[in-house]
């Protein structure tokens, strides 16, 4: 399940990392929202960005997007073979990786991925 969702007022938290960008209140609920492009290092290209929400109730995460997201179809001609050029962080939550007009593509445990970031802050 996921959502996009326009700009919701954002509470940052003290003491925490800058890719952390704090939480966010969506439907009675406090969600965390987290910038992967901070964690990363990867420059934000959008002017105006989005959020986008995975899962849902006490188990959703929010983090930003520069653009649309789009619908992919990724086969066993995309696979890649060997490991990626990624950081350890991302690499330990995926299980596969596929190569698409020059991207990355990531097959991805998102609640793993989250669990595992929140309990870095």
């Known amino acids: 399940v996921s959502e996009l969702v326009d700009h919701l007022p954002v509470c940052k938290l003290p ?6 960008s704090g939480v966010i209140s969506l439907r009675g609920n406090i969600t965390p ?3 992967l492009h901070e964690l990363f290092g990867v420059a ?4 105006k960005r ?4 995975v ?4 188990t959703a995460v929010s983090f930003w997007v520069d653009d649309m997201p789009r ?3 990724l086969g066993v001609d995309d696979d890649v073979e ?3 050029p990624l950081p350890d962080f991302v690499r330990t939550h995926a299980s596969r990786f596929f190569l698409r ?6 097959d991805w445990d998102v609640k793993q991925f989250f669990t595992a970031l929140g309990k870095l802050l």
């Open 82 to 84: 060997g490991d990626p």
């Open 50 to 53: 989005r959020m986008i929400v």
């Open 101 to 106: 007009d020059g991207q990355i593509w990531i």
């Open 15 to 20: 003491n925490t990392p800058g890719w952390f």
């Open 71 to 73: 619908m992919v179809t």
């Open 44 to 47: 934000v290209t959008a002017s």
């Open 33 to 35: 929202l987290f910038d």
């Open 55 to 58: 899962g849902r109730g006490d």
